[in-house]
């Protein structure tokens, strides 16, 4: 499973296979020494001093023009069509607008998972999968498309519900173990998995 962990700001996850370094987010990189395989956009959220360290852990740069019609995390994503998994960390909270186009963009990938300290947010299409608990407590489902779940091993099981999007139930479920079951059939949601602190 090819994997790459796309870096657009301040974090404090794992990073995992290959890493793109995306403006502030290369400038982390570099400051924490990690080599990036890849750092891009157009930079408008560093300093001169910074930019040079990002030089100095990443020899493939892709400076863009600030005059764009997409974000630099749309660029960096745009790179990413032979990954299977595409991790994107400080892609959350900051900037509401970002934010937004991050979870579009999440909701039209099941590939993206997208964390912060408090968060990860992965879209699931029909089928059975198998979920982490991770740290966090919260277990919360957006529907996208109509079907039938069924959850296994949370504090409010579920067995072969149709489900609606704007359903508004599906929020703040537990998992009772470190793994719980989620079966969708003809149907997609949105999973947040959150921690208060």
């Known amino acids: 499973m090819k994997i790459v962990t ?31 395989d890849l750092a891009c956009g157009d930079f408008d959220s560093v300093t001169a ?5 990002i030089e100095l852990h990443c020899s493939h740069i892709h400076k863009l023009n600030p005059i764009k019609d997409e974000t630099d995390f749309k660029y960096a994503y745009s790179l990413c069509n032979e990954y299977d998994i595409i991790r994107v960390l400080g892609g959350l909270g900051r900037r509401k607008d970002h934010e937004f186009i991050n979870i579009m963009t999440a909701i039209k990938d099941s590939r993206i998972e997208l964390y912060d300290d408090l968060n990860k947010i992965k879209r699931y299409d029909s089928g059975s999968h198998i979920v982490n608990k991770l740290n966090y407590k919260y277990f919360s489902i957006i529907v996208l498309t109509q079907g039938f779940i069924t959850l296994n091993g949370f504090k409010y099981p579920l067995t072969r519900r149709e489900i609606f999007p704007f359903d508004d139930y599906l929020t703040s479920n537990e998992m009772i ?21």
């Open 6 to 36: 796309i870096v657009l700001g301040e974090h404090h996850d794992t990073i995992i296979g290959d890493v793109i370094g995306v403006d502030y987010g290369a400038f982390v990189c570099a400051r924490d020494g990690i080599s990036m």
């Open 49 to 53: 001093v910074q930019f040079k360290e």
């Open 177 to 197: 173990g470190d793994t719980a079951e989620i079966i969708l059939e003809e149907a997609s949601v949105l999973v947040i998995q959150a921690c208060d602190s």
